[in-house]
């Protein structure tokens, strides 16, 4: 499948977002302003937070926001006013908007839930599909699959993008589903307490380009938020990742090791990258090799995960 809309080249801003202890709702908003129009105002199309970079609403509740679980309750209380502020942003900059992402409460369960905003305001999300030991085993928050949910495909001005949250990098099914229905841009956005986590989720995430022949970014949060048990610690860094392709019909300008934009690990910042669709239908029809047409010739190849393919424009 490819893009139903217009797939021009844009510019990505890719958070490297800081867990801040915020006084108040005005302090948070305040941030969330500064942030998306500093993104904006440099032209940006397409901004990315990372994973449960919404944790930091926890601060609100003074009471609550050292308690691991009540800060659960916390912060999915407030998603509905959190969602109206990033609906208003999307519109006012005219920009496309992945939210940090944050446990919502559904029904009996909590899940870790990304929301996507397109220029006119209306909003999607994806759950994240795969939970860590901390997550499961701690914290108790659900797979997806609790509730029902699985893998989403936007359908953008963009291009085709899909979400897989940081974990859910780390397992080729996945993204290959995502790919495999038309993605030319997989997010990655991601929450890591050590560098061992970071380069995970970054070996994956690289994997996953080179497998599907497709971009794929990375935005983490960053700095240390002592006040929080669950986000206490924050190592990474933003990064865009590409095939590592040398084939001059298809590579053009792609570095050796498939990096196209890197930030400093630890600074909070925006990391700025150009991303151009029509390169991910030229590495596929030519590359130098041809990883996401050979992925069926693998011995063991398989059925995939559905993925529902979500119009937002």
Same mark, same amino acid.
């Given at each position: 499948?490819?893009?139903? +809309?217009?797939?021009?080249?844009?510019?990505?801003? %890719?958070?490297?977002?800081?867990?801040?202890?915020?006084?108040?709702?005005?302090?948070?908003?305040?941030?969330? $302003?500064?942030?998306?129009?500093?993104?904006?105002?440099?032209?940006?199309?397409?901004?990315? +937070?990372?994973?449960?970079?919404?944790?930091?609403?926890?601060?609100?509740?003074?009471?609550?926001? *050292?308690?691991?679980?009540?800060?659960?309750?916390?912060?999915?209380?407030?998603?509905? @006013?959190?969602?109206?502020?990033?609906?208003?942003l999307a519109r006012e900059h005219g920009v496309y908007i992945l939210a940090a992402s944050a446990p919502c409460r559904v029904g009996d369960h909590y899940v870790n839930?990304?929301?996507?905003?397109?220029?006119?305001?209306?909003?999607?999300?994806?759950?994240?599909?795969?939970?860590?030991?901390?997550?499961?085993?701690?914290?108790?928050?659900?797979?997806?699959?609790?509730?029902?949910?699985?893998l989403r495909l936007f359908d953008t001005a963009l291009g085709r993008i899909g979400i897989t949250i940081c974990y859910d990098s780390e397992f080729p099914l996945l993204? !290959?589903?995502?790919?495999?229905?038309?993605?030319?841009? %997989?997010?990655?956005? =991601?929450?890591?307490? *050590?560098?061992?986590?970071?380069? !995970?989720? $970054? %070996?994956?995430?690289?994997?996953?380009?080179?497998?599907?022949?497709? +971009?794929?970014?990375?935005?983490?949060?960053?700095?240390?938020?002592?006040? *929080? *048990?669950?986000?206490? %610690?924050? @190592?990474?860094?933003?990064?865009?990742?590409?095939?590592?392709?040398?084939?001059?019909?298809?590579?053009?300008?792609?570095?050796?090791?498939? &990096?196209?934009?890197?930030?400093?690990?630890?600074?909070?910042?925006?990391?700025?990258?150009?991303?151009?669709?029509? !390169? &991910?239908?030229?590495?596929?029809?030519?590359? =130098?090799?041809?990883?996401? !047409?050979?992925?069926?010739?693998?011995?063991?190849?398989?059925?995939?995960?559905?993925?529902?393919?979500? $119009?937002?424009?």
């Amino acid at each position: 499948m490819t893009a139903s +809309f217009q797939a021009a080249p844009f510019l990505a801003a %890719i958070a490297q977002y800081p867990i801040d202890d915020l006084a108040d709702w005005a302090a948070y908003e305040a941030k969330l $302003r500064r942030w998306v129009g500093e993104a904006a105002g440099q032209g940006a199309a397409l901004l990315v +937070f990372p994973e449960y970079g919404a944790m930091e609403l926890a601060a609100l509740d003074p009471a609550r926001k *050292s308690d691991l679980h009540a800060g659960l309750g916390v912060v999915s209380d407030l998603l509905p @006013r959190v969602d109206a502020l990033h609906a208003d942003l999307a519109r006012e900059h005219g920009v496309y908007i992945l939210a940090a992402s944050a446990p919502c409460r559904v029904g009996d369960h909590y899940v870790n839930r990304a929301r996507f905003f397109a220029p006119s305001g209306a909003m999607s999300h994806q759950d994240k599909i795969m939970m860590t030991r901390f997550e499961a085993e701690q914290w108790g928050v659900s797979p997806a699959g609790t509730i029902g949910g699985g893998l989403r495909l936007f359908d953008t001005a963009l291009g085709r993008i899909g979400i897989t949250i940081c974990y859910d990098s780390e397992f080729p099914l996945l993204a !290959r589903a995502l790919a495999q229905a038309g993605a030319d841009l %997989i997010l990655a956005p =991601s929450c890591t307490d *050590s560098l061992h986590g970071y380069w !995970r989720v $970054r %070996i994956g995430a690289q994997a996953r380009a080179l497998e599907n022949q497709c +971009f794929v970014l990375q935005s983490p949060t960053v700095g240390d938020a002592p006040w *929080s *048990s669950a986000v206490d %610690i924050n @190592r990474g860094a933003a990064g865009l990742y590409g095939p590592p392709d040398a084939k001059p019909a298809a590579g053009a300008d792609m570095p050796a090791d498939g &990096v196209l934009a890197l930030g400093e690990e630890g600074a909070a910042q925006w990391v700025y990258a150009r991303v151009d669709p029509a !390169r &991910v239908a030229d590495w596929r029809a030519d590359g =130098s090799i041809l990883t996401h !047409r050979d992925w069926a010739a693998q011995p063991g190849a398989g059925v995939l995960p559905g993925v529902e393919v979500v $119009r937002l424009v």
